[in-house]
């Protein structure tokens, strides 16, 4: 029998854990408690192996940027392709949020929503407004001063539940609130360690990728003589990591199988229809977030790769990817799916080792389409549920903060709620309301990392291409 190839495996293991999620749910109870059957045996798993994928990830981004620097030997063909990869970065960004803001524009998902629920929601904007007095108001619209409208207003003045915000919530508006306060120049410091073994610990990425810049244009600068060593050492070192990289790949399904299982029946509990109140607005919000993304990974690079990559076709392209893409639905995170990523681009996609190693572990902390549209798409989406109408120049501050905030992001799950909470407050919304997307959130950011990886593919394939003219 024909070996079935590894990403063919992949997809199976995810229909299997989607399947055995709805199973668990549906038959959990007190006499078979397999929710916490999953929770206690098959979910550990999947921690596993995005464990393993991250403590790969560091050295491998690491040595791999100290390699690509090696092999480059010229600080100006460095210089030209890092110009190169930033501003196509930047102005994929640009792209996403673009787009983003024309699927929620034209789709309106905060709009389609039973009227009920937008006037209370539009009630408790207003009240929210009126304790936060600094805050400018977006409009002139005064809902909760309609005499028909005093018994809601009570209502929802007395319900104290309405304040009440989940401890995740809580936190990533503390982390907001934090980086905010560390001034407008702070995304530049913090990209420069004081410790780099402290950097390596804490996976600060931007700190990481400073570090293996310098020390690799400073390796460059020496005499042969005084750096063979080293440069037989990080080139061996970096072979090292990659090869376990494809070790790990081999048990891959397996892994898959544990994380989507795990983290389905996490987010559905004991209770499918918990979200019931809301299920219309977050099902239209979220068809919104994939439409975009859609667009985005499957029109606009695949036509980028076309025209600036040499006549890459599509059908070449995505099969060349499609091992980076499913483990980056997996894991949710570009930094834990980097080594799967750069094996794929090497190896498949033909593009040089010196461009892989240089370009993709930048584009895994710098490039996060996917997470700026789904920002752009969300903050609207909200202000819509809540009856607030953005203008254009409203819609553009959105546009220039997301894709500030999307710069050196913490390239794990969910990180993208932080930065929302900024883009939020940038526009003058409740940052509490994340708390409303929060359920569905796990799951648009699996797929919003796949637009991620796919992007950092894009650039990788553009930038070579470019270089090899």
């Known amino acids: 029998m024909k070996k079935i190839a590894l990403h063919w495996q992949v997809v199976i293991a995810l229909l299997l854990g989607l399947a055995y999620s709805y199973f668990a749910v549906y038959t959990n109870s007190e006499s078979f408690p397999i929710n916490q059957f999953t929770s206690d045996y098959i979910s550990p798993f999947g921690k596993i192996f ?30 030209r392709i890092g110009t190169k990869t930033l501003l196509i970065y930047v102005g994929t960004t640009l792209t996403a949020v673009t787009i983003g803001l024309l699927v929620v524009n034209l789709w309106k998902p905060g709009a389609n929503v039973n009227q009920e629920t937008r006037l209370e929601k539009r009630i408790e904007y207003e009240l929210w407004l009126e304790s936060n007095p600094d805050i400018k108001r977006l409009d002139t619209i005064c809902v909760s001063c309609r005499p028909e409208n005093a018994l809601l207003v009570a209502e929802i003045k007395s319900d104290s539940t309405r304040d009440d915000l989940s401890a995740d919530v809580k936190k990533k508006m503390a982390d907001a609130a934090k980086s905010k306060a560390e001034g407008p120049l702070y995304p530049l410091v913090d990209a420069v360690p004081s410790n780099i073994f402290y950097a390596m610990v804490e996976n600060k990425m931007l700190q990481i990728i400073f570090f293996s810049i310098f020390f690799g244009i400073v390796l460059i600068q020496l005499p042969k003589k005084q750096t063979e060593s080293m440069v037989n050492l990080v080139e061996s070192a970096n072979v090292v990591f990659v090869r376990m990289v494809e070790i790990v790949m081999i048990a891959m399904p397996f892994f898959v199988f544990a994380l989507m299982a795990g983290t389905l029946v996490n987010i559905a509990g004991e209770d499918i229809t918990k979200l019931s109140d809301l299920l219309n607005f977050l099902l239209q919000y979220s068809t919104a977030v994939v439409i975009g993304l859609v667009i985005m990974a499957g029109v606009i690079y695949p036509i980028l790769v076309k025209v600036f990559g040499n006549g ?11 091992k980076a893409q499913l483990t980056a639905f997996s894991t949710s995170s570009s930094v834990a799916t980097l080594p799967v ?17 240089f370009v993709l572990p930048i584009g895994a902390t710098v490039n996060m389409d996917g997470t700026s549209l789904y920002q752009a798409v969300a903050v609207v989406a909200l202000a819509q549920l809540h009856m607030v109408d953005l203008s254009i120049a409203q819609q553009l501050v959105i546009v220039i903060t997301a894709t500030l905030a999307s710069i050196g992001a913490a390239a794990v799950p969910s990180a993208g709620l932080v930065l929302m909470i900024l883009v939020l407050e940038s526009v003058g919304l409740n940052p509490a309301w994340i708390a409303l997307i929060l359920p569905v959130d796990r799951i648009l950011d699996m797929c919003r990392t796949v637009v991620n990886v796919t992007g950092d593919a894009s650039v990788s394939v553009i930038v070579s291409s470019d270089e090899a003219q």
């Open 50 to 79: 995005i464990n393993i994928l991250k403590m790969i990830a560091v050295p491998l981004v690491l040595f791999s940027i100290i390699a690509g620097i090696v092999n480059l030997k010229d600080v100006k063909k460095l210089g």
């Open 312 to 322: 890459m076709g599509f059908k070449a392209f995505f099969k060349g990817i499609n």
């Open 341 to 357: 990523t750069m094996e794929c681009v090497h190896d498949n996609l033909k593009v040089p080792e010196s461009t892989t190693s």
